[in-house]
């Protein structure tokens, strides 16, 4: 998810060096969806890896 938000900053930036603002505004809406993904992805995972191991242990 990370990569395809960095992608989507990276298209983002280069639209918006380009003049095409309305493009850019949305690939960098789309770029901050998926790196809000991934950031609730990583908690959800890092809970539940903290919780199993206790559990296991």
């Known amino acids: 998810?990370?990569?395809?938000?960095a992608i989507f900053a990276v298209i983002a930036a280069v639209?918006?060096?380009?003049?095409?603002?309305?493009?850019?505004?949305?690939?960098?809406s789309i770029a901050q969806i998926f790196f809000w993904i991934s950031v609730v992805i990583a908690v959800v995972l890092f809970v539940?890896?903290?919780t199993?191991?206790?559990?296991?242990t």
């Not at 998810?1 to 938000?5: E, P, V, Y």
């Open 1 to 5: 998810m990370l990569k395809w938000a």
């Open 15 to 28: 639209l918006g060096i380009l003049g095409f603002g309305g493009l850019a505004g949305a690939a960098w």
């Open 48 to 50: 539940l890896g903290v």
């Open 52 to 56: 199993i191991y206790r559990s296991l």
